[in-house]
Nanobody, 112 residues
Framework: QVQLVESGGGLVQPGGSLRLSCLAS????????MRWYRQAPGQERELVAH????????NYADSVKGRFTISRDNDKNTLYLQMNSLKPEDTAVYYC?????WGQGTQVTVSS
């Protein structure tokens, strides 16, 4: 059974940091490009960051470039998103994705 399980979300003040994790199981994680998406209330889901299967290349949405870092540990079947200098507009449910597989999402709220 394929599973992607996100964790690490929560409430943080503007300027703070969070690290999201996504634990994969049931498929060969190391073969897949992986992505983080987010969806804010009333908005469409948007691509935040992307990483190749080996982790040698990454790409980011302009809105998070320089603040967020995507990474992966293929030995641990885990995808990460380090989020620094968080802003209220980063508030959303964050999802990890690989191919046709999606996690259930983790809520990130940036508020004072």
């Amino acid at each position: 059974q394929v599973q992607l399980v996100e964790s690490g979300g929560g409430l943080v003040q503007p300027g703070g940091s969070l690290r999201l994790s996504c634990l994969a199981s049931g498929f060969t994680f190391r073969w897949y490009f992986m992505r983080w998406y987010r969806q804010a209330p009333g908005q469409e889901r948007e691509l935040v960051a992307h990483i190749t299967s080996t982790g040698d290349s990454t790409n980011y949405a302009d809105s998070v470039k320089g603040r967020f870092t995507i990474s992966r540990d293929n030995d641990k079947n885990t995808l990460y998103l380090q989020m620094n200098s968080l802003k209220p507009e980063d508030t959303a449910v964050y999802y990890c994705n690989g191919g046709a597989y999606w996690g259930q999402g983790t809520q990130v709220t940036v508020s004072s």
